[in-house]
Structures are given as C-alpha cells and as structure tokens.
C-alpha cells in the first residue's frame, strides 16, 4: 500500500479558500482561464503552483478573490510581491465621490471594512467607475450583508 504525500500548503490554503468562497473547482478554473483537471492538479500539489506562468497565478489569485500578495500571504510562497505598509487598494475618484454624497444615508459607508469590500470590488471588476456603478456594487454589499433586525 503507497500513501501519498501530504498535500502541500499552498494547495491546503487554496482548497480552504475556495471551500470559504462555496465555489467549484470549474468556477475557480473559469476566472483562472484554466482547465478544471490543470487546476485541480495545482490544488492537489499534483502541479506546483510556484511554477506556473505568472498570468496563471495571477488568474489563480482572481479565481480566490485574493491579490497577490494575499495569495502569497495564505499559501506561504514567495511569488516576489512586497506588501506595502499600507494594502488598501488605491481609492478611485468616483468612490470618493459616492462617499461623501451617500455617507448620510448610509453611515455604514463610513466603515474602513465596508469601504475596503467595495474597493475589492472595483478591483475584479474595473467597470465601477461612475457614481452608479459604485451605487449598484453596494446595493449588492447589502443583499449579501443584511443588517440584523432589531427585537
């Protein structure tokens, strides 16, 4: 009887990250631009992540709703990123914009973690660029972060 070797870190932190995430290793592949077998290979440490094209990881990374840096933080390789001091994603104008005008309404708006949600946001997807777009990414931020009720 062979036993296999135990799965590699990177391949365990990216099996609990999709696993946190509830997507399909073919959900994942998908955003990657990978076949579901090369990735569940990369996954299972069948196929080293550390040696992959760069634009494979950088899909990897997109597929796991991380930066790279995250990515290199969670699986402990160095994929050559320096964090800086300071890891919030750059604030777009239009936030900026939609923040002082939509704070009133919505003092959660104010909150750095609510803030840095959004920003991911616009970092997958570079299209909220405008006052509405921003609007409809957190008319979503509230669908899939409902406030509790009160008794």
Known sequence: MTTRPPRPLYAT???RRRAELDLSQEEVSGVAGLSQSTYSDIENGKKPLIQRPYTEVLGIARGLQWTLIELQQETGLDLGQVARED???????????????MSDEYPELEDPA????LQKMYFFDHRLDNFNAWMK???????LNP???AN
């Open 13 to 15: 932190a990216m099996a």
């Open 87 to 101: 890891t919030r994603p750059p604030t777009h104008p239009s936030f900026k914009k939609f923040i002082a005008k």
């Open 114 to 117: 609510v803030q840095a949600k």
């Open 137 to 143: 990414a957190f008319e979503l931020y509230l669908a």
């Open 147 to 149: 406030k509790p009720r």
